[in-house]
């Protein structure tokens, strides 16, 4: 198949900025894809790399389109070096777009309905809402839990850890006791730290609180220290879902090979190949949250089919960040106009 092909770049700014281990994240900037396949039938992609997380650059997936010519191939599409994750997922999902699907253009109402998008989630999936690092969390909470959220992600490893436990206290005495909490330290904790994390998360079972289940603890430490974490899964009863240790899809299947069991972050806008995900995914059967990188509607809805595909424990998907930007219909609807 052949597709006629155009891009543009994209920038919108945060509300506020996101703070996380990694530093404060002001911009997101990305790629939109237009493919027009030779029967006149339209597809749309989105690149929308994190570097710091494990993606290209911006300035990699630019340079790549670029290079491209306005004509492009399967071929093209498929060969796309996993150098280039990010660049994978947005022109593998464009063209599965153009194939699979009869809708006439991304701009619809059914991008911009949340948390009922028009991806039916198994077993009536929720969403997870990410709440801002620090003692914002507490004043935050309570608006999105009106707005329908359930699940909530917390980042850890921003501040002292004798403040962020202070807060904790704070935060599970507050949340009604159905809520599930995610703590994300995004790498940023020490061995030590970890520790004490997870002991006090156990403690809250152990003590039989009415409190809010910690269905657990997100990427305690840095990538590099996969084996501390594979012990630190075995020792508590806390869970631990790696994040950044299996951002790509080769981190991904490496982790599994070395044992990992437990709980694997997808952030489909970063991982990789869609078809080489499903193929993982269901040959290994894996325990899979699905994760926003803030990306638009566009990759938003494409990460979701994956999501709907793939999920397997009824576990909330990471989607419930639209809080942290303006309303993007009518901004994406002039940035598809302009293709």
């Known amino acids: 198949m052949r597709y006629q092909f155009k891009f543009r770049p994209y920038q919108r700014r945060f ?46 997936a630019l340079d790549f389109c670029r290079q491209l010519p306005a004509e492009i191939t399967d071929e093209i599409i498929f060969s796309i070096p996993d150098e280039l994750p990010a660049c994978q997922f947005g022109f593998e999902s464009a063209r599965e777009w153009g194939e699979t699907r009869l809708i006439a253009s991304v701009l619809g109402s059914e991008f911009f309905s949340m948390p009922n998008a028009q991806c039916p989630m198994p077993h009536a999936q929720f969403y997870s809402a990410l709440l801002p690092a620090g003692k914002e969390a507490l004043n935050q909470w309570e608006t999105l839990w009106q707005q329908g959220y359930r699940t909530f992600k917390w980042k850890i490893g921003v501040y002292a850890i004798a403040h962020e436990l202070e807060i904790f206290e704070s935060l599970i005495h507050t949340l009604p006791a159905s ?31 009415l409190a809010p289940e910690i269905e657990f603890i997100e990427q ?120």
């Open 15 to 60: 509300l506020r900025s996101l703070t996380t281990n990694h530093g404060n994240w002001d911009i997101r900037e990305g790629i939109i894809l237009r493919l027009t396949d030779e029967s006149g039938k339209v597809g749309w992609g989105e690149i929308a790399p994190i570097s710091w997380f494990g993606s290209e650059t911006l300035e990699q």
């Open 179 to 209: 809520t599930k909490l995610r703590l994300d330290a995004n790498g940023g904790l020490s061995y030590e730290e970890a520790n004490l994390w997870l002991w006090t998360c156990d403690n809250l079972k152990a003590n039989g609180e």
């Open 220 to 339: 305690p430490l840095p990538v590099e220290q996969f084996q501390q974490m594979l012990e630190l899964s075995m020792s508590y009863e806390t869970a631990i879902a790696l994040d950044e240790s299996v951002a790509t899809l080769g981190q991904l299947a490496a982790c599994h090979q070395q044992g990992w069991r437990g709980v694997f972050v997808i952030k489909p806008g970063i991982v990789g190949s869609p078809s080489r995900l499903r193929k993982f995914c269901q040959q290994h059967k894996i325990d899979t949250v699905f994760s926003s990188v803030f990306e638009t509607a566009i990759a938003r809805f494409a990460a979701l089919q994956l999501a709907a595909e793939l999920s397997r424990n009824n576990r909330a998907v990471g989607f419930g960040i639209d809080h942290f930007f303006e309303q993007e219909e009518t901004w994406l609807q002039s940035l598809c106009n302009s293709l």
